[in-house]
């Protein structure tokens, strides 16, 4: 049993839920885990019933900020839940398989975080303790859904959640698991101290991650001890300036070809926000590519038989030029977005 799991009973999702006469929402379709039962034994009874996926929510920004980022992070799930519970339920998705569990329960982190300031290096190391704290929570929650039988789609918080992510697949598949990421970032940084900017390094040196691609890396976002790494660990990417500046090839090629070479292991699915343009995130970006390739990537890798995990982060609201009831907006559009293309794709 896992006692950093926040789970989620009527009472919580009501006042996130609208209704609309003669229509039917995604929240009147969509499960709620018996919170009167031990929660594996829930899960697995769930995963009876014909639930195969889980919206799990992460809300911290400590990552970002262990990173010398900006804060918001926190907010990227509440964006989402908004949108997704209250779109039309009808034939194009299947809203009867999916659960919403609830979030990792982490406020005492979130609170020790709040007043430290990542331009202090004391407090940034404290900043980096409380992420590597998290990472553990996340793990556990995460290894209870896998356990379960039952498929992640894990929202909010920053790019640092993937350690924990990766951990327990790995873990629970008893061998190093391989990665997809769309992302202009690698996160394959050094091993400083844990931040939002080197989960996969940690995953690989913890000989979790047995192969890594990374599609729409950019070229210029990425210091050379982190291009060496990769090549070190012969991993590989396609950069963001191949694809979309020179146009060595399409992105469904790039995309086809790195799944392909991702299939001998279990595989997740990671996209960071920040790779798409004009979102509100820790590094806003309108170099980056549109939603439509987004959404296309995660169907890509969705429609991969060996997908196990979708992981989306870095939705910082409060980025927004804006302000933050626009952030909110356009999070939760964009990311209820790659979650439909990810449910979709898993249908077919
Ligand atoms: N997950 C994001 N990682 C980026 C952050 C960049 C930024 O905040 O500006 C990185 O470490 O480079």
């Known amino acids: 049993m896992s006692n950093h799991l926040h789970i989620y009973d009527e009472a919580t999702v009501k006042p996130w839920c609208s209704s609309r006469a003669n229509e039917r929402k995604a929240w009147q379709s969509i499960a709620l885990l018996d919170t009167g039962v031990d929660p594996l034994q829930a899960m697995h009874d769930a995963a009876q019933f014909g639930i195969k996926y889980v919206l799990l929510g992460i809300c911290e920004d400590i990552g970002p900020r262990a990173n010398l980022g900006n804060g918001g992070a926190e907010d990227g799930w509440q964006a989402f839940l908004k949108r997704f519970l209250n779109q039309p339920d009808n034939q194009f998705l299947a809203n ?3 659960l919403l569990l609830g979030e990792v329960a982490i406020s005492d982190l979130t609170l020790a975080a709040r007043d430290l300031s990542n331009q202090n290096p004391q407090q940034l190391t404290q900043l980096r303790q409380l992420c590597a704290q998290l990472d553990q929570r996340v793990e556990q929650v995460l290894s209870l859904i896998f356990t379960a039988g039952l498929e992640p789609i894990v929202i909010g918080g920053g790019h640092n ?15 190093p698991i391989n990665a997809i990421n769309f992302d202009p970032h690698a996160d394959f940084r050094d091993c400083e101290g844990r931040h939002s900017g080197n989960g996969f390094r940690y995953a690989y040196n913890e000989q979790h991650l047995n192969n890594y691609h ?13 291009i060496d790494a990769l090549a070190a660990a012969q991993f590989s990417y396609d950069s963001y300036q191949a694809l979309q500046v020179r146009r060595e090839k399409t992105l469904t090629e790039a995309c086809q070809q790195a799944l392909y070479n991702l299939i001998d292991a279990p595989l997740g699915v990671e996209v960071d926000l920040d790779s798409i343009s004009l979102m509100p995130v820790s590094a806003y970006t309108n170099c980056g590519f549109s939603v439509s390739d987004a959404e296309h990537f995660v169907h890509l890798a969705a429609s991969q038989v060996n997908s196990q995990y979708l992981h989306l982060c870095e939705a910082a609201p409060n980025q927004h030029p804006s302000g933050i009831q626009a952030g909110m907006s356009d999070a939760g559009q964009v990311i209820t977005a790659l979650v439909n293309a990810y449910l979709q794709a898993k249908a077919n």
């Open 161 to 175: 959640n993937c350690l924990g992510i990766i951990r327990a697949l790995s873990k629970h598949k008893q061998r």
């Open 96 to 98: 009867e398989k999916v």
């Open 214 to 226: 990374v599609i729409g890396m950019h070229e210029l976002k990425n210091n050379q001890a982190i």
